[in-house]
């Protein structure tokens, strides 16, 4: 194999070091980087958790590292991708177990990926060491608005990038939606904190109190463009969809007069700021997505005895996770679908009384995926309750801008491929540009608009996304952990959740539950491979091939973009031009591998990172990268 070497030491966690003679576990590998356009495409196409992942979070070797017992590299291998691995490890949207290989057709349930980022957070060791990639001081001013996901995640890389990054951030706190509407039962503060203290320690300047603005006491945009040499705006979706509804059958515009009647994001973040709130005996929520079953859920511990969800189609497409609607009906939370509410319902002292619907019916799909729903007229309920939580979505707010921006058709900022708005120097990222998403898909674009940031800001590319190419010596795992159940999360006995809005829900997966589940991982980003040269063709990986995974192929198409393509198979012997593993099918056992008398099959591993780029001899030089060379 060609390209440069690299030694690779790998060290038991808890080694003692104190004698001369530990020296702990030496193993040595040839490494290599290659941005050639089958590597990336190999991983993109074969390792489906990492492609969902808006953070590309390398899922299979963090989760290797938990088989290993190495807790500190596991969470190490998860800060590298996304900065916040505990707060996503509890409250990740989870697209990656959507695409998980483990869940497709025939393979069972999908890897409790998640869970797993939480057993690296929890279980690293109280002296664990954060490892910094860090460059020299740039000499560049930098001002992010907004210390939400997307602010932290883009002002942690802009600090190892050597600039000095300043954080306005208008609450008395960070965190943004994760601190003020996210409730403490499912994001404990102890880990928010501690972790957006990891990602600010290497010196963010964090002033909180702070807001950007037109308010007299408010800092400019324009202040802020003068002093700095770059802002990002980075403030989020933090306004309410609002929800014309008729009263008593007359147009009502607001809902804010009516007693009883809140807009679920402004009653998260209330209460979250300090403000006791209160609801009645019965409540209903208007929404679908994850603030409405918050709403809920914080409902049941207020005191509430009924509690409603009200949605427009049904459970089956509103965007949530299943754990998440399962808790939410263990603590007694109803849901119904197929209602839309057309009119709110009042006493003579003006006070809540109910909700008048309209019954739907399904209809066709949106573009978004979703279900269209189609009133069916005539069809009018009333539903009686003390307590109206609206919760169908939330929006941006621009009108803090003392510097006209171009907005897109959603009235959300627009930005060019820099990641630059209208304005030359101001950028954004986040919910702000594309509206609410979820919390790693913030993250993931905050770090991909810091990127875009310092290219601009220096003039060239300085950390670019490559493929870590490494021999592996055997197989890593046995076909015998297919067979491993899905572990289930263990959750707090719903009767001790209402006694404080505090108690985490989710206790965390113990280490030997941990284990096996991190065993059913199919780590995707092993490559097995066939040397033609040395093949006899005797046909015995085929044979013992556990499924129809190794095929004979006349060859292989190549892409437009320089990746691997389809495989042209054939049945027939002389028209074969090699045996080739179909990775859609490896489940990585090994037993082709074992079995193979020639060992002309080899073990590599595919991941993709961030790496580097050095400055030498006064100009920019990457670190070594091989191009173009075949894996």
Known sequence: MTGEKSTKLYLPENEDFSGTQAFGTRVVTTVRYSTDP???????????????????????????????????????????????????????????????????????????ICHLKRVAADYKSPSHQINESLFTPSGKRLAVVGAGPAGIAAAYDLTTLGHNVTIYEREKNPGGMLRYGIPAFRLPREILNEEIRNAVRLGVDLKTGVAVG?????????????????VLLSSGCMAPIELPLRKNGLAQDE???????????????????GKTKTVGKRVAVVGAGFTALDCARVACRLGAEEVTIHLRTTEEYIPVTKEELFECKRESVNILGLRTPVELLTHEDGSLRGVRFVQNRLGGWRANGRRLAIPIEGSEFDIECDTLLIAIGQKTVNDYLDM??????????????????????????????GGPSTVIEAVGHGRKIALKMDRWLMGGERRKQVVKVESVGDPLRERAFDFIPLQEMPTTPVKQRFNDMTTEVEQGLELDKAEEEAKRCYLCYLKYEIDVDNCIYCRACIEVAPRDCIKLVEGIDINKDGSYGLLRETSEWDKTGAIWVDNNECIRCGACYMVCPTRCISITKMELFYQNVAEKNHGVQ?????????P
């Open 255 to 273: 809902t804010s007069d009516i007693a009883g009647v809140e807009y679920g994001l402004n009653f998260l973040v209330e209460m979250h700021r």
């Open 214 to 230: 037109t308010g007299e006491n408010d800092v400019s945009l324009k202040s802020l463009r003068q002093d700095f040499d770059a």
């Open 404 to 433: 006209p921006l171009e907005l897109d058709r959603w009235n959300c900022i627009k930005i060019n491929r820099q990641g630059m708005t209208s304005r030359k120097g101001v950028f954004a990222a986040g919910d702000f540009v």
């Open 38 to 112: 089958r590597d990336v495409g190999w991983v993109k196409e074969n390792i489906p958790c990492q492609t969902a992942c808006p953070a590309s979070t390398n899922i299979p070797a963090y989760i290797r590292s938990i088989v290993e017992k190495r807790y500190g590299r596991s969470y190490e291998l998860n800060r590298m991708a996304n900065v916040l691995p505990g707060v996503l490890g509890r409250i990740c949207s989870r697209p990656c177990e959507d695409v998980c290989r483990h869940g497709w057709p025939g393979n069972g349930e999908p890897v409790a």
């Open 622 to 630: 990457e670190d070594p990268v091989i191009k173009g060379v075949m």
